[in-house]
């Protein structure tokens, strides 16, 4: 396997959008991604309100789609796409996170993957753990067939998988609503993405903003840490690596990792890994990761002691309690409280003065 490329820059608020487009003429984007090939941008949506590294930021969205039409890319062949989960609204999403401003100056229309076509699609690739848990069948969006895609992930820790990155976006695309199934078994059905995203899209190419980082119990309840960093790489593997590494992990110990490197499916050991820009071979965030309330229960009930009650609390119709309990432990208890005095403090930044301005 050729040493892939992690190509790493360091940025700011006031020139973060030519940074972005420095970024991706480092990683020779177009030599992979054709200009006249529909291009998914596969936003991250990890909660329907704003919170600093918690998904997307809008100028990831913008300094992406700034650089791929001033390079002569159709407006109307670029897709911002994504989904909901049992927790998260799309649309609702694209509005908080400022992703729909970015997108009406630009006249590019957002679709939630709510409204397309999804297809039951049989893999040719032996995946390790999907197949058990949708017995019934994959079913994924019909328009991302053929299609190259871009993912637009964040640098953040997260309490199933350790971390989350380029890897982890595609569980947000390719799975349908209830893809939590794949908690119990995440490290193994994210190996299942990628197997699946290199049977169905020519390219694909990860740019990750690592500008407002976050650490602790992520996806969400995080302390938003600012690292000024941006990445991009078409190894899906590396990157993640790479941002595992500034953070301060062992990529090669984080399951998901490892098994996609053992797997030939991209190069997880930063020793293999070329970084063009920035030198981070001293940088380390110190990050740890943390568990919610929320993500500590629902191992309890996946792989924990309670693991016989899965069936009936979480793949019956009864698993309404969870989103229920989901969402006011985040939204009506931590947002309004810890959430918003750590908005209050980001918002005094001048990456908080750069969200307010879209």
């Known amino acids: 396997m050729s040493e892939p490329k992690v190509i790493v820059l360091k940025t700011s608020p006031d020139k973060v959008l030519e940074d972005y487009t420095k970024l991706l003429k480092l990683s020779e984007y177009q030599k992979f991604l054709p200009k006249d090939k529909e291009t998914l941008l596969k936003l991250n949506l990890s909660w329907t309100k704003y919170f600093p590294s918690c998904s997307s930021e809008p100028w990831q969205l913008e300094g ?114 209830f893809r939590h199934y794949g908690h119990k078994y995440i490290h193994q059905v994210l190996v299942d993405l990628l197997l699946m995203q290199k049977e169905i899209h020519p390219s694909v190419f990860a740019v990750m903003d690592g500008t407002v980082c976050g650490d602790g119990a992520g996806p969400r309840t995080m302390k938003p840490e600012i690292k000024n960093y941006i990445l991009a790489s078409f190894d899906s593997v590396a990157i993640d690596s790479i941002s595992a590494k500034l953070m301060g992990f062992d990529p090669m110990t984080i399951p998901y990792i490892r098994i996609c490197h053992e797997k030939g499916l991209g190069v997880g050991d930063p020793k293999e890994i070329e970084i063009i820009g920035e030198d981070i071979s001293s940088v380390n965030f110190g990050f740890k990761v943390k568990k919610s309330f929320v993500i500590w229960g629902d191992q309890m009930l996946r792989i924990g002691p309670l693991r016989f009650l899965e069936g009936i609390l979480l793949k019956s119709p009864l698993v309404g309690w969870a989103s229920f309990a989901s969402n006011f432990y985040h939204d009506i208890l931590w947002y309004p409280t810890v959430g918003r005095r750590l908005i209050n403090e980001f918002k005094k930044t001048e990456w908080g003065r750069l969200f307010e301005r879209y």
């Open 64 to 177: 992406v789609l700034k650089t791929l039409l001033e390079d002569g890319f159709k407006k109307e062949k670029l897709l911002p796409v994504e989904n909901k989960t049992v927790v998260t609204d799309p649309v609702k999403g694209a509005e908080n996170n400022r992703w729909l401003s970015v997108l009406n100056k630009y006249k590019i229309k957002f679709t939630p993957l709510t409204e397309v076509e999804w297809i039951k699609y049989e893999f040719k690739s032996k995946l390790l753990k999907l197949n058990l848990l949708f017995p019934k069948g994959i079913e994924i969006p019909k328009m991302f067939i053929g299609k190259q895609v871009i993912h637009l992930p964040t640098v953040k820790t997260h309490g199933h998988s350790i971390t989350t990155g380029a890897i982890k976006n595609s569980f947000g695309g390719l799975l349908k609503e």
